[in-house]
């Protein structure tokens, strides 16, 4: 599904209670009773299970009261984009939002927002139509229903995301639905219009937007936070973009996970608010997890229910086949891979390599 996405929906840090570290600050516990319940909706295929927490409301308006007062800055045209590694996105803070190109992986943008009152204005209303559970997927919602939705979970309209995560194609049928709607577009969205408009993105486009808030003194996020959810963000990026990477992840899921584990995985994103009906953000969030979200406050064998040395186990037998490229050269896994598995892996990465080597030539 080239559209569905997956935002990063990493909860915020004091919002994570002792049983789950990625769990809504609410705490809800899923008991027995719940996790069977929830067994069922996954099994039917439900399109929304669980509610994504920290959100604050501050009333319906047509325009959220957090982003009444909100300059959005625009980053520029696609000309003006420096082209920055991982370390070099991680290192700036220039106190405005910005735009890069990924250098290895010129097909992924990232904007780094001054703040999430901007990332919020530009984004949520994105987030709500393509992934978000119990949102509709056939409309874009009015600014005010938005908020009226936020404000009775008893959350905030800035932090409804951390950083989100989507195709071209996602955010072009965006604005689709929006120009049906009638309704108009926030100044994020006008912003990120213009940009795609001057990135060239159309139907077909083979790119991705991820983005990344820095700090702004209204939230904690610490260094160590803002690392992990780049690097979360860069792998769903990669999925967009690389389709050897996509098949690859789609594979491990099919293949190497048992059923159960698929369940627990998820249950792990249902809990968080993941629309679970949307297989392929099913997969791309349980790789991203999985293998690119190294902080335990965020993921850890105890959240997702695991046991910890087989946890071990699949990410070293992921990263085993993983296809080459920078995210594999940036990552790495627990060597408990059965000695066997890795000899087979090896033997059928050298026959691709043989197979692949007249077509080279040629």
Not at 158 to 167: L, R
Not at 221 to 242: C, K, N
């Amino acid at each position: 599904m080239p559209d569905s996405d997956d935002t990063v929906r990493i909860p915020r840090p004091g919002e994570i209670p002792p049983r789950r570290p990625a769990a809504p600050k609410r705490g809800r516990r899923l008991g027995l009773a719940v996790a069977l319940a929830a067994l069922v909706v996954v099994a039917a295929g439900a399109a929304g299970v669980v509610w994504f927490g920290g959100w604050a409301g501050s009333g319906a308006v047509s325009v959220p009261a957090p982003l009444a007062a909100v300059q959005q800055t625009d980053p520029g045209p696609p000309a003006a984009l420096p082209s920055l590694t991982e370390a070099e996105i991680l290192a700036r803070a220039p106190g405005k939002t910005e735009a890069y190109r990924f250098a290895p992986q010129p097909e992924i943008i990232v904007i780094a927002f001054a703040s999430f009152a901007e990332q919020a204005g530009m984004l949520n209303r994105v987030a709500a139509l393509v992934e978000k559970a119990g949102f509709p997927r056939d409309r874009v919602m009015d600014m005010a229903e938005l908020e009226k939705r936020i404000r009775a979970e008893g959350g905030n309209f800035e932090s409804f995301y951390y950083g989100h995560d989507y195709p071209a194609a996602a955010v072009l049928r965006f604005f689709e639905l929006l120009d049906k709607s009638g309704l108009p577009p926030t100044q994020g969205e006008a912003a990120l219009r213009r940009m795609t408009a001057g990135w060239g993105w159309r139907a077909g486009t083979n790119a991705a937007v991820i983005t990344l808030v820095q700090e702004d003194g209204t939230n904690t996020v610490d260094a160590g936070d803002r690392a992990t959810i780049l690097r979360h963000e860069l792998s769903h990026g990669l999925y967009f973009t690389s389709p050897a990477y996509a098949r690859y992840s789609r594979a491990f899921w099919k293949d190497t996970l048992s059923e159960g584990e698929r369940i627990r995985f998820r249950l792990f994103l249902a809990n968080d608010g993941y629309d679970t009906a949307l297989d392929d953000l099913v997969v791309n969030e349980t790789q991203a997890y999985l293998m690119h979200t190294a902080n335990p406050k965020f993921f850890s064998a105890k959240a997702v229910g695991i046991d910890p040395a087989r946890l071990d186990m699949l990410r070293g037998l992921f990263l085993t086949g993983m296809p080459p490229g920078w995210l594999r050269d940036c990552t790495t896994a627990p060597v408990r891979v059965p000695r066997r598995r890795q000899c087979r892996a090896v033997r059928r990465r050298r026959m691709d390599a043989v197979r692949r080597a007249p077509l080279a030539a040629a």
